[in-house]
Nanobody
Framework: QVQLVESGGGLVQAGGSLRLSCAAS????????MGWYRRAPGKQRELVAD???????NYADSVKGRFTISRDNAKNTVYLQMNSLKPEDTAVYYC?????????WGQGTQVTVSS
């Protein structure tokens, strides 16, 4: 089992920044990709960004140039730096870790962007 604990969400004005963190614990060996997903009210959960253990990144078109995902393998932590936030970024953000055929999810952290 892998446990994921997110932090860093909150309320911010449009144009502001937030940094999310997700720390993994438990059976953390062989974790490959880690990433961030979000679910906005009334919408399906969607990929925001992910990063492989080797550092290859992937971003949703809607956040390219504004969000940056990074990973510290020594700390088993993945980060999401969110700049130039927009009201449409308001959602619950979830951390995910992939290990072999298994996916693990955090409990989610609320990000609210006011206009």
């Amino acid at each position: 089992q892998v446990q994921l604990v997110e932090s860093g969400g909150g309320l911010v004005q449009a144009g502001g920044s937030l940094r999310l963190s997700c720390a993994a614990s438990g059976s953390i060996f062989s974790i490959d990709a880690m990433g961030w997903y979000r679910r906005a009210p009334g919408k399906q959960r969607e990929l925001v960004a992910d990063v492989t253990r080797g550092g290859r990144t992937n971003y949703a078109d809607s956040v390219k140039g504004r969000f940056t995902i990074s990973r510290d393998n020594a700390k088993n932590t993945v980060y999401l730096q969110m700049n130039s936030l927009k009201p449409e970024d308001t959602a619950v953000y979830y951390c995910r870790a992939d290990r072999g055929p298994y996916n693990y999810w955090g409990q989610g952290t609320q990000v609210t962007v006011s206009s």
